[in-house]
């Protein structure tokens, strides 16, 4: 997987509460590598490379495979941005099929905050530009002691500091 020049890689914990990350905390490459950055300025993605063991049709890329990413790398926007979330609605539309092995980005947006709710969207496009899928998650602000042991927000404040 390429690396971002200038951009800070942020390296969420692989186990947290009482379990690993669904998406980010197996170590079986031939299924899913992803990595979590912020830009220049301030904007959240991910970079990740789906392989054989995330197959849905032939050769390609399983739609639930990309919705996990979508969900994860939306839902960690909203905690970049200072928002402690669970999403509640996740809306996927897959644009082209996504063949396996091809790297993909999924750059990240905050549409809208209201009350507990954060809105938050993102495309995966490959390289050239070419978009796989969009989708927007409608997020719902929870307090940290509710989520547990989960909170990101002193690592990431950490991490841009630096």
């Not at 839902?75 to 396996?100: E, K, Q, R």
């Not at 490959?126 to 969009?134: A, F, N, P, V």
Request: with cysteine.
């Amino acid at each position: 997987m390429t690396n971002a020049k200038n951009h800070k890689e942020l390296i969420f914990p692989k186990n947290y509460g009482s379990g690993s990350s669904f998406v980010g905390g197996s170590a079986d490459d031939d299924r899913l590598t992803i990595r979590y950055f912020i830009d220049d300025s301030g904007v959240f993605y991910s970079r990740s490379v789906f392989g054989r063991n995330a197959q849905g049709p032939p050769a390609h890329v399983h739609g639930g495979a990309m919705a996990a990413v979508l969900d994860e790398t939306l839902g960690l926007a909203a905690w970049v941005a200072g928002y402690p979330i669970v999403s509640a609605n996740l809306n996927v539309t897959y644009v082209n099929m996504l063949p396996l092995n091809t790297e993909v980005t999924v750059m990240t947006k905050i549409e809208s905050v209201e009350d507990r709710k954060v809105l938050v969207s993102g495309e995966m496009k490959d390289e050239s530009g070419k978009i796989y899928s969009k989708a927007t998650v409608l997020c719902i602000i929870k307090s940290v002691e509710m989520l547990g042991s989960v909170d990101f927000r002193e690592y990431i404040e950490s991490r841009l500091k630096q």
